[in-house]
């Protein structure tokens, strides 16, 4: 269906977008005139918003830095969607062995790594290096029928990895909720389709080229049910001692990601878990990640530092 043939038909393409996470939120729609485009815009912003409160490691009154301050010990109640996102995190890091960690929050902290530029503490950085490390399945449990938790051992939760793929999806029930039949919405490269467009053809999400002196494409992925993250060391960049250090941590070293590789792309029915993915694969590297993502019958895309791609689609 061409598109003077989709505005006959009384659809017209709409294009919304609003502040998220230290980024931006967009969505992407056929709506015909009559649709009310703000009440959307208005129920899309307090989704990311409702996120954002409850999983920001920047805001103080948030959810999870209300956990991040409790004693060792103690029960914390947090929102149904935290403790979602919480479960999600841990089963991801348990199945990659580690590689997704939410508890390296203070390792972040310590790096100067995350929103802002600060200087990397070198005595909290060697002394969390020295520290035996245990991942949050050890010192972290979780009580999902009563949406609580408990630390076990001190513990700095960060949900970077995750939680804006978390607040797409969040976005995406808004779309389905307002009775909509395809859309494309997205935060800061985590993007989610629904259907296709009316005219039949898929949903076109751009896939970068990993680069951090300017934005190019290397081709498109096509969606039309399902989502896609990309996790990279190239857009994200913080300068310690001249060297450009990305904004993950690999958990096994206790520092900025250095391994073979420039970007990893996720293909998967949520954008929560393509998220979580992207990194964890991110961290893995070329080789280790390319045998979990075929063991695991994930979709992913690897492009390593020297601009060689490979896929894995099995």
Not at 210 to 220: K, Y
Not at 273 to 295: C, N
């Amino acid at each position: 269906m061409s598109t003077d043939a989709l505005q006959r038909d009384g659809l017209h393409r709409r294009a919304l977008n609003g502040p998220a996470m230290g980024a931006r939120w967009s969505a992407v729609f056929y709506a015909d005139d009559a649709f009310d485009t703000s009440a959307l815009a208005v129920g899309l912003q307090q989704a990311v918003d409702e996120v954002e409160r409850q999983m920001s490691v920047w805001r103080p009154d948030s959810d999870l830095e209300r956990l991040n301050r409790a004693p060792t010990g103690v029960w914390v109640d947090v929102p149904r969607k935290l403790m979602r996102v919480l479960q999600e995190a841990l089963l991801v890091g348990e199945l990659s062995d580690g590689a997704f960690d939410i508890g390296v929050g203070d390792l972040v902290k310590a790096w100067g790594l995350g929103a802002g530029s600060r200087t990397p503490d070198a005595v909290g950085i060697a002394s969390l290096s020295g520290r035996r490390r245990s991942p949050p399945p050890q010192n972290l449990r979780l009580d999902p029928a009563s949406s609580r938790a408990k630390k076990l051992a001190p513990l700095r939760l960060d949900l970077s990895g995750i939680a804006k793929g978390f607040g797409v999806d969040e976005l995406d029930a808004i779309m389905k909720a307002a009775g909509l039949s395809s859309w494309l919405v997205g935060i800061d490269g985590e993007m989610r389709a629904a259907g296709g467009k009316p005219d039949g053809k898929p949903w076109a999400v751009g896939h970068e080229r990993p680069s951090r002196e300017a934005r190019a494409l290397m081709g498109v992925i096509e969606l039309d049910d399902g989502a896609v993250a990309t996790s990279g060391d190239y857009r994200h960049v913080q300068d310690i001692d001249g060297r450009g250090h990305a904004h993950t941590i690999d958990p096994r070293r206790a520092a900025p990601l250095a391994n073979d590789l420039a970007s990893v792309t996720v293909l998967a029915p949520t954008a929560m878990v393509a998220d979580a993915w992207a990194t964890a694969l991110m961290v893995l590297g070329e080789d280790a990640g390319s045998v979990l993502s075929r063991r695991l019958g994930l979709r992913a895309i690897f492009v390593t530092r020297n601009g060689e791609t490979h896929a894995v689609f099995d």
